[in-house]
């Protein structure tokens, strides 16, 4: 058999590969796009809920408000750089990436243990029961994040990981904490029970489940 003519048959049906950006120009592109996203979403938030004349973001100059935002960018920004750091097909996981993953798990144990810690004697249970005003924060915070992160997942879905479930962990934690920090700009409660309850725990919530439906969403 002519080895040419074999190659011709098995290569007939197939289609050239359109290669994929890199992974830093991947990680801006998104990172910007989503930034623009979620900060018009939640101007468009404020707005309709206060009006165009009082719908604005939240000026809190105390200092722990502050530091505490500042952590949840960092956790962010790195997070979004993990996940595109792990998006590619690669032979094993690198001590700069798992780095990468442990400082904003980090970052929000830490600000999810503070607020719980400052509770006092505050009941969580009677928070998610009958609080019914402060669920809008967390509906809010899924309208925040919802574009971005279908635009997140289907720049993965293209680069083929190797990781799904730990990219899927990294991919909803960057999402989910630049729509948190929006929401620390929409949201003027500071109470520790709120925070902890519909503003920190539910990132890691959000994480664990992208873990797991990641394994689906990005198999190829």
């Given amino acids: 058999m002519d080895i040419n003519n074999l190659i011709n048959d098995i290569s007939k049906d197939l289609e050239p590969v359109k290669p994929i950006r890199s992974r830093l120009k991947r990680f801006s592109i998104w990172i910007i796009i989503s930034s623009i996203i979620i900060i018009v ?19 809190n100059t105390n200092p722990l408000f502050i530091f505490e935002n500042a952590l949840i960018l960092i956790s962010g920004v790195t997070a979004a750089i993990a996940t595109f750091r792990l998006s590619v097909p690669l032979p094993k996981i690198r001590n700069i990436d798992k780095a990468l993953i442990s400082i904003p798990t980090l970052i929000w144990v830490g600000l ?13 249970i009677d928070e998610v029961q009958h609080s019914a005003v402060n669920h809008h924060c967390l509906s809010e915070l899924n309208l925040l994040f919802a574009v971005p992160v279908v635009f997140l997942f289907i720049m993965l879905k293209k680069a083929a990981t190797t990781s799904p ?6 991919a909803i934690l960057s999402v989910t904490s630049l729509g948190a920090l929006a929401m620390r700009y929409v949201c003027s ?30 198999k190829w």
């Fill in 165 to 170: 479930g730990l990219v899927g962990y990294a």
């Fill in 112 to 124: 999810s243990f503070y607020s719980f810690m400052n509770i006092g004697d505050q009941s969580i």
């Fill in 41 to 59: 979403s939640a101007k468009i938030l404020l707005v309709s809920k206060y009006g165009l004349e009082y719908g604005n973001f939240v000026d």
């Fill in 189 to 218: 409660l500071n109470e520790p029970l709120h925070l902890f309850a519909w503003h920190f725990a539910p990132i890691l919530i959000y994480a664990l489940i992208g873990t797991v439906l990641s394994r689906f969403i990005l």
